[in-house]
């Protein structure tokens, strides 16, 4: 479904940005794995993709930085000889009540998560055009639609990353650049496996489908949105929530 095609993954060291390099990887592309601290994870990931028989390497980058993104994508091109999807992944979380909330809390989550996507779109879009194509899909999260109270400062990024997703879709379409976004909802990951039983019962209460999501469910869209099998859609937002918010 992707052979030939490269890409590369921020945040890909663990949980959903994992799963997704596997996904894109078992589909025939080869994978570039960014990751901003865990070299070891990030290494893991890759091997577990040789010993696919696929192609892959890890990259260290902080996306919130302009100069290592530039490196970064530069690295990829060189090693690849092209980028053809872009999964902006990359994340993190500084949960606190909007009244406790510090500055550097929320200032560091708009960092990574919006101006660290803006930066990777930024980045790619040369090559892209270059190549006349490209796919870039953006992970925001289903509180970036509904809201979240604890986390005032991950919603105003995510909700960015959906604007962010649009504008970037209607101006790159004319260069069969397409640019869509995955929002998640609840999905095992490190995180919600700590999470406190009597926690975990009252978020299955808002999913219809009563359970949790996959990593692997988020890249099963993502791979779709990386193949010819979504070349007429552009700008949208899917919501992979077990129908949380409709």
């Known amino acids: 479904m992707?052979?030939?095609k490269s890409a590369l993954v921020t945040g890909a060291s663990r949980g959903i940005?994992?799963?997704?390099a596997l996904e894109l990887a078992n589909a025939g592309a080869k994978v570039a794995v960014n990751y901003a601290g865990s070299e070891q994870k990030a290494q893991a990931v890759v091997d577990e993709i040789k010993q696919n028989g696929g192609e892959a390497f890890a990259i260290q980058a902080n996306v919130s930085n302009e100069e290592d993104v530039k490196g970064m994508i530069k690295e990829v091109v060189s090693t690849f000889g092209s980028l053809d999807i872009l999964v902006?992944?990359?994340?993190?979380?500084?949960d606190n009540l909007l009244m406790r909330m510090k500055e550097e809390e929320f200032d560091e989550v708009i960092q990574t998560n919006l101006k660290g996507v803006f930066l990777c779109i930024k980045g790619v879009t040369r090559q892209m055009m270059k190549q006349k194509g490209g796919r870039i899909i953006n992970i925001s999260s289903i509180?970036?639609?509904?809201?979240?109270a604890g986390q005032a400062n991950y919603v105003a990024a995510k909700a960015g990353v959906i604007g962010l997703t649009k504008t970037s879709a209607k101006e790159l379409a004319a260069r069969n650049i397409l640019?869509?976004?995955?929002a998640p909802g609840f999905i095992t990951t490190d995180m919600t496996d700590e999470l406190p039983e009597d926690v975990r019962e009252e978020m299955l209460k808002m999913i219809p489908l009563s359970r949790l999501g996959e990593p692997k469910?988020?890249?099963?869209?993502?791979r779709f949105l990386s193949s010819e099998?979504?070349?007429?859609?552009?700008?949208?937002?899917?919501h992979v929530d077990g129908g949380m918010v409709m």
């Not at 640019?179 to 995955?182: H, I």
């Not at 099998?229 to 899917?238: F, K, N, P």
């Open 2 to 4: 992707l052979d030939g």
């Open 217 to 222: 469910d988020i890249a099963n869209v993502v």
């Open 143 to 148: 509180v970036g639609v509904s809201g979240n």
């Open 229 to 238: 099998d979504s070349r007429y859609m552009t700008g949208q937002t899917l």
């Open 88 to 94: 902006n992944n990359a994340g993190i979380t500084r």
């Open 179 to 182: 640019v869509n976004a995955v």
């Open 17 to 20: 940005g994992r799963a997704i």
